[in-house]
């Protein structure tokens, strides 16, 4: 840490001014007091920096010291990442709560990446071996699903000198390389200034999917590996169970939950469960590849502000590394609270309801940080980073600044409705209002890969589901009965592919994740009944026979049919059409 | 740290006095204010800049002049004495005794302003507390470690709900040592009366601490009151072992204080006038609930709120309902029908219900019965709304028996007797006699097995 010394001489909550500190940079680490509190340089003007501080600052007052770090706000990258949680700097809570109990104290500080933690590197590349940014020295077993490439920092270029398998922790070195500048020891760990999106080769549009085992969002508004999505919705309404169903099902490598400014008792909910959760295509612990970052809403506000980019770059890093990573934040809301907070701190000048006028291009750069890329490195492999972010917006009104902002950037929209959560229909995503920008990569690459009537089925419950919707209105003003009766019949059809497909309990153990075949199956069934049903009623069979079918509870029940045996469904499906065949005509 | 006196108050601006020439002041530092008439109030310092500090004064400032009071700066936060012998003593919302009782000797000082708890370091509600009232207990269970707001309004009986819970509040198959602690931020005195009587009458008040502000308190002293509840249920639940249950009304008059405050600060106002920080300000208020890895108390909060002319999406209800783990909301037109306690069962929801529930904390069938009764109501409401726009007639049978169901629930089930103490399976027994209005075949969420074995057909 660096002697240059200045000294406070303004503290209003999380902001402190210091004067004096020579050649100090924006975005700079600076140490705050004798307690040397974390804070963050956010603003210069003639001499004096505005700090955002990330601990309380009660106790602090004009006169006391501040310190540079001459680093900008970093975050520590190596083995030791998956199944951490952290705070929103990334100090690791658990070891917070080993050291220091139940209670964040100011000034608690503990390493990032646990020194006491032993990796085997196996190394990649040889001795002679001309290496670069990105390239891979080695790989470390991480997890048992992570198999972490220690790659060449940035900034280092040369030919690899010495390299050899080394047990040790992150410390170790694992490489010297030759570099114009002279050799450079390199080790396991890595640091990244948080607001610098880390380099990539090229960027590519995304291609395929993300599956999350979520029926409404696989088959009506999916995602894409390397896509970005939003999640807004009033409180109550399930922005936090959609995105913990993510963090569980999305068939991603790494996933980072950042809880930014939410509850305490979520992030436990999920430390609690995750290590005792299975992920269906590994087998393993979901744990196993997950990075937690947790700055509760009662937690120093600034910090809130710092969590989205450190749990961004080390998604980011994971990326590099030629994973598929997914990164939920709940909520950008209250990212964009904290930003508000400390521009009205800094007396800026507001922009739309107190937000700062750069809000829009903040939230468009963090978005941005997604992608499908072509990693750094010579082997050019492909890395993929999702981004999903909750919006909570007042009184449930999207057409406040953080959702309208969100919307222009995102590709896809899961607008969650109240009124369904109410009903309890949960997920409580508005089908009318939601979209994906993405649906036709995505109807490409599901009829190829799972089923050739994919699009057309989907196309076919959509249209339905929006013909209820205009049925409804009527049925309000004259009464279900005095409808046609095949409009009636596909009443029960949208009913059925409400009730009996969207409708999904994340909370019941074989409800909560669907595989796509079976999804299809299920969506197909429903539509099948639809269009056996309606030729019936033509011939003159009994509308009220076609809506008491025997079947149609078994169908409901389809939910419920293992993933093992979907040959049942060719069984519903023959009953089906027996009992429709059988109605006296 | 020495203490500093200083003569130098420049202006005075709503609760806010700013003083100039000061040195070695810090931010949130507790300061005295004498009057030169004798009096004594107390401030925080909200800003410090050079040599000027902005201090807000929780008796609130009239009568103050430049002129005539001497503001000495303490060197320290502002904290609480803390001790066991707090319970059954009523303090004023900074702490004082108020109920001529001794004064009391301190075991610790803690700063009100507490520290967040580490999100690791919590332990997940799981434990059902048996309110008796079947609303709650089997619609909207409430488990230890919650915070569950009222969003009330004017003229509804929210105190009266609040003190029936107080009162029956409990964990079953326990006997762990519980406390109530009581924040009145705002209240009027006969409110303030009704609990401290009603405390007394059920011999209550031996395990209850009082920290009352009333209408005629200073306003800004409502920023206190929570804090001083708080840190003394910390100090209960986490150091002692209790289990503690903080009512704190009424929250929307502490964020008018709080709007204040930030008026006279000339800040950027938020939505309506408040704050742009009014939600992080309230978690560090809702999010003081929980429970802790490896401790034995918990910290259950109630807090209560009237909603600005019934509306839930004015930001005092909206910003709680994005911080709270759910929320009981009380209806009007029950009210108006004569029914208490008049909660409106549909949007009210404890989010944390699910794991307080089922075979092993309350009953196998709970999670079912709950379902069951939540749809049926509300399929039967929906009929009766039909019945008003289409008329009687246009009802099929089964709607027409979904009719007879909502009213029976609103007269039977919602409705129950101040000092009408349901066990959970009297709840559940009631819940299952009034589904029996309902053909068996309607009863799809319930679980073929539970009805062979509860419902009142088959006993
Ligand atoms: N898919 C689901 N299945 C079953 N229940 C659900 C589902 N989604 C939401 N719920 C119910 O809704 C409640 C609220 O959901 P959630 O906590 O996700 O809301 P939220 O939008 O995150 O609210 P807030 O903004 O206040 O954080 C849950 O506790 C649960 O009871
Ligand atoms: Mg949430």
Redesign the interface.
């Known amino acids: 840490m660096s002697n240059a010394q200045g000294v406070v001489?303004?503290?209003?909550?999380p902001l402190v001014?210091a004067r004096g500190l020579k050649n100090a940079r924006m975005y700079e680490m600076v140490r705050v007091g004798e307690g040397r509190l974390f804070g963050e340089i956010i603003e210069i003007r003639s001499g004096d920096c505005s700090i955002q501080v990330y601990e309380?600052?009660?106790?602090?007052?004009?006169?006391?010291p501040v310190f540079r770090t001459e680093e900008a706000l970093s975050v520590e990258l190596g083995p030791g990442l998956i199944r951490s949680?952290y705070d929103g700097v990334q100090r690791p809570?658990?070891k917070?709560?080993a050291a220091f109990?139940?209670?964040?104290?100011?000034g608690a500080e503990s390493p990032a990446l646990d020194r006491n933690l032993i990796w085997d590197f196996v190394p990649v590349a040889k001795v002679g071996d001309q290496v670069a940014h990105g390239d891979v020295l080695g790989t470390v077993e991480e997890s048992k699903l992570v198999n972490h490439k220690i790659m060449v920092p940035f900034g280092v270029e040369g030919q690899v000198s010495k390299i050899a398998a080394v047990t040790g922790n992150v410390d170790t070195v694992v490489a010297t390389v030759d570099t114009a500048k002279g050799p450079v020891e390199l080790t396991m760990v890595q640091r990244w200034p948080v607001r610098k999106p880390r380099p990539v080769a090229r960027k590519m549009p995304p291609v395929s999917p993300i599956t999350t085992g979520q029926r409404v969002l696989d088959m009506f508004f999916p995602l894409t590996q390397g896509g970005t999505a939003c999640v807004p919705g009033?409180?109550?309404s399930g922005k936090t169970v959609v995105q913990h169903q993510l963090a569980k099902w999305a068939n991603a490598n790494i996933v980072v939950y950042v809880?930014c400014?939410e509850?305490?008792?979520e992030?436990?909910?999920v430390?609690?469960e995750f290590p005792a959760l299975i992920d269906p295509v590994s087998n393993e612990p979901l744990m196993e590849r997950t990075v937690l970052i947790?700055n509760?809403?009662?937690?120093?506000?600034a910090a809130r502000e710092a969590s989205v980019f450190t749990g961004i770059t080390i998604a980011e890093y994971f990326r590099d590394m030629g994973f598929s990573v997914a990164l939920m934040a709940d909520s950008t809301s209250?990212w964009a609270?904290a930003m508000?907070?400390m521009s009205?701190r800094l007396e800026e000048m507001?922009g739309e309801?107190?937000y700062p006028a750069y809000l829009s291009s903040r939230i468009a750069s963090f978005y941005e940080r997604a992608g499908n890329v072509i990693c750094k490195g010579s082997d050019e492999r492909q890395g993929t980073l999702s981004l999903i972010g909750a919006v909570?917006p007042?009184?449930?009104?999207f057409s406040e600044p953080v959702v309208q902002a969100t919307l222009r950037v995102v590709k896809v929209f899961w607008g969650l409705d109240d009124k369904l959560a109410?009903?309890?229909h949960f997920p409580a995503i508005n089908w009318l209002t939601s979209y994906s920008l993405y649906q036709e990569v995505v109807d490409k690459y599901s009829n190829e890969n799972y089923d050739p009537a994919w699009q057309a089925n989907r196309q076919k419950a959509m249209g339905i589901l929006q013909q209820e919707a205009e049925l409804d209105e009527l049925v309000?003003l004259v009464?279900m009965?005095a409808l046609p009766m095949s409009d009636r019949l596909l009443m029960q059809a949208a009913k059925m592919i409400r009730e009996d497909f969207l409708h999904q309990n994340a909370?019941d153990e074989r409800d909560t994740y669907t595989s796509l075949k079976k999804q299809f199956r299920m969506l197909d069934l429903i539509l099948s009944y639809f269009d056996l049903a309606k030729p019936a009623l033509e011939e003159g069979v009994l509308l009220n026979s076609l809506l008491s079918l025997d079947v149609l509870e078994d169908i409901a029940r389809a939910k419920l049919i293992d993933e093992d045996k979907l040959e049942e469904f060719d069984a519903l499906k023959e009953t089906l059409t027996q009992e429709i065949a059988a109605l006296p005509r | 740290m020495v203490t500093r006196e200083y003569r130098t108050a420049r202006e005075i601006v709503g609760p806010l006095v700013l003083v100039d020439g000061v040195?070695?002041?810090?931010?949130?530092?507790l300061t005295d204010i004498k009057l030169d008439d004798g009096s004594l109030r107390r401030g925080r310092v909200?800003?410090?800049?050079?040599?000027k500090a902005v201090v807000q004064v929780f008796e609130g400032t009239s009568d103050l002049s430049t002129e005539n009071l001497t503001i000495k700066f303490l060197g320290k936060?502002t904290e609480l004495g803390v001790s066991g012998d707090m319970l059954g003593r009523v303090f004023d919302g900074f702490g004082r005794p108020i109920d001529d009782g001794p004064a009391i000797i301190p075991e610790k000082w803690l700063?009100i302003?507490?520290?967040?708890?580490?999100?690791?370091?919590?332990?997940?509600?799981n434990e059902f507390i048996q309110t008796g009232i079947s609303t709650i207990d089997l619609l909207n269970t409430l488990v230890r470690?919650q915070k569950l707001p009222f969003f009330s309004a004017s003229g509804l009986p929210h105190s009266r709900m609040a003190a029936q819970v107080a009162r029956q509040a409990k964990v079953l198959r326990t006997d762990d040592k519980f406390a109530v602690i009581f924040g009145a931020m705002g209240i009027t005195f006969e409110e303030s009366e009704f609990f401290i009587s009603d405390f007394r009458r059920t011999g209550a008040l031996e395990r209850a601490v009082l920290f009352m502000n009333l209408a005629d308190d200073p306003a800004i002293e409502r920023i206190s009151v929570p804090r001083m509840a708080l840190t003394t249920a910390e100090f209960l639940a986490?150091e002692k072992g209790m289990h503690v249950l903080v009512i704190l009304t009424d929250l929307t008059n502490y964020c008018e204080a709080l709007r204040e405050i930030s008026a006279a600060r000339k800040?950027?106002?938020?939505?309506r006038g408040y704050p742009?920080?009014l939600?992080?300000d309230l978690?560090?208020i809702y999010?003081?609930a929980?429970r802790?890895?490896g401790?034995n108390g918990s910290i259950t909060q109630l807090p209560v709120l009237t909603m600005p002319e019934d509306d839930k999406?004015?930001?005092i209800p909206?910003?709680t309902?994005?911080?709270t783990?759910?929320?009981i909301i009380m209806s009007r037109p029950l009210h108006a029908q004569g029914i208490y306690p008049p909660v409106d069962v549909?949007?009210s929801?404890s989010?944390?219900k699910?794991k307080g529930i089922g075979d092993g904390k309350t009953r196998e069938d709970h999670a079912d019965v709950m379902?069951q009764l939540?749809?049926a109501y509300?399929r039967g409401k929906n009929s009766k709304e039909?019945a008003v726009?289409?008329g009687e007639s246009?009802l099929s049978d089964i709607d027409l028996l979904y009719v007879k169901f909502a009213d029976a629930f609103e007269n039977r089930f919602i409705r129950q007797g101040e000092d009408e103490n349901r066990s959970i399976d009297e709840s559940l027994a009631l819940g299952w006699e009034l589904l029996a209005i309902l053909p068996k075949s309607e009863l799809k969420r319930v679980n073929d097995k539970y009805i062979e074995k509860y419902h009142p057909e088959n006993k």
């Not at chain 1, 509760?296 to 506000?301: A, D, E, G, L």
């Not at chain 1, 007042?394 to 009104?397: A, E, Y």
């Not at chain 2, 040195?23 to 530092?29: I, K, M, R, S």
Request: proline share 8%; glycine share 18%; hydrophobic share 25%.
């Open positions: 001489v303004k503290v209003s909550g001014v309380e600052t009660e106790g602090i007052g004009p006169g006391q949680i809570l658990d917070l709560h109990g139940e209670y964040i104290v100011r009033p409180f109550g809880g400014g509850r305490g008792n992030m436990t909910d430390l609690q947790a509760t809403s009662n937690m120093p506000v209250r609270e508000r907070e009205g507001p309801e107190g909570s007042p009184g449930g009104d109410f009903a309890r309000r009464g009965d909370f | 040195e070695g002041v810090t931010f949130g530092e909200l800003e410090v800049n050079g040599d936060g700063n302003n507490g520290n967040p708890m580490n999100p690791f370091s919590r332990d997940y509600p470690g986490f800040e950027v106002p938020g939505r742009g920080y939600y992080t978690s560090t999010e003081r929980g802790i890895k401790k999406t004015h930001p909206d910003l309902g994005y911080i783990e759910g929320q549909l949007p929801l989010r944390l699910d379902n939540y749809s509300a039909l726009v289409l246009a």
